[in-house]
């Protein structure tokens, strides 16, 4: 089983900028897919971004679309979203998680979830 932690989160101002890192240990991490979800107090886990094993194909959710980029480095086993543009609708805690299935938007198709980053964007 593959361990993931997040890290990168904080505070920042709207219309600023974070890029977050996922980092796997455990066994290798180039195989699956790879996505980023968020979630507030409250609300179910919503998916922001997707990137296939070998970082060709991503998937993007339509309300970071144009502002989140997500990128791979398999050599050594992370996973970023780079976030421009910040919106205090952005405030969440950030997860990535591994998705065996190859790209996937559903949050059942994920597993090994980290235990998150907060950001927290202030107007």
């Known amino acids: 089983q593959v361990q993931l932690v997040e890290s990168g989160g904080g505070l920042v101002q709207a219309g600023g900028s974070l890029r977050l890192t996922c980092a796997a240990s455990?066994?290798?991490?180039?195989?699956?897919?790879m996505g980023w979800f968020r979630q507030t107090p409250g609300k179910e886990r919503e998916f922001l971004a997707a990137?296939?094993?070998?970082?060709?194909?991503?998937s993007y959710a339509d309300s970071v679309k144009g502002r989140f980029t997500i990128s791979r480095d398999n050599a050594k086993n992370t996973v970023y979203p780079q976030m421009n543009s910040l919106r205090p609708e952005d405030t969440a805690i950030y997860y990535c998680?591994?998705?065996?299935?190859?790209?996937?938007?559903?949050?059942?198709?994920?597993?090994?979830w980290g235990q998150g980053t907060q950001v927290t964007v202030s107007s």
């Open positions: 455990g066994r290798e991490f180039s195989y699956y897919a």
């Open positions: 990137i296939t094993w070998s970082g060709g194909i991503t």
């Open positions: 998680a591994e998705c065996p299935y190859g790209l996937s938007r559903s949050e059942a198709s994920f597993r090994s």
